[in-house]
């Protein structure tokens, strides 16, 4: 069974930053990509930052040149950088992997953090 761990929210004033770090475990062959999202209360989850394997990163619009995603394939683990918060980036922040379980069968497979608060106060 794959487990993401994610950590790093808080509470923190308009301008602070962040790092949020999501640690991936258990059995698997390959993870294809690695991306965090966020909800906010009231909102759909949103795409935050993307990083695939071997590929370049992608951004929302709302959070491109303040937010910085990375990856560590060895660890298996995605970070998420985030300066200049803003209270509109309030949100539960959710890590998610795009697995490949095994070699045999290059199915992929989505798996989901359990979220961590980010509250930014004005």
């Known amino acids: 069974q794959v487990q993401l761990v994610e950590s790093g929210g808080g509470l923190v004033q308009a301008g602070g930053s962040l790092r949020l770090s999501c640690a991936a475990s258990?059995?698997?062959?390959?993870?294809?990509?690695m991306a965090w999202y966020r909800q906010a209360p009231g909102r759909q989850r949103e795409l935050v930052a993307r990083?695939?394997?071997?590929?370049?990163?992608n951004y929302a619009d709302s959070v491109q040149g303040r937010f910085t995603i990375s990856g560590d394939n060895a660890e298996r683990t995605v970070y998420l950088q985030i300066n200049g918060l803003k209270p509109e980036d309030t949100a539960v922040y959710y890590c998610?992997?795009?697995?490949?379980?095994?070699?045999?069968?290059?199915?992929?497979?989505?798996?989901w953090g359990q979220g961590t608060q980010v509250t930014v106060s004005s």
């Open positions: 990083i695939p394997r071997g590929g370049s990163t």
């Open positions: 998610h992997a795009a697995v490949v379980l095994s070699a045999s069968s290059l199915r992929e497979f989505a798996y």
């Open positions: 258990g059995n698997m062959f390959r993870i294809n990509a």
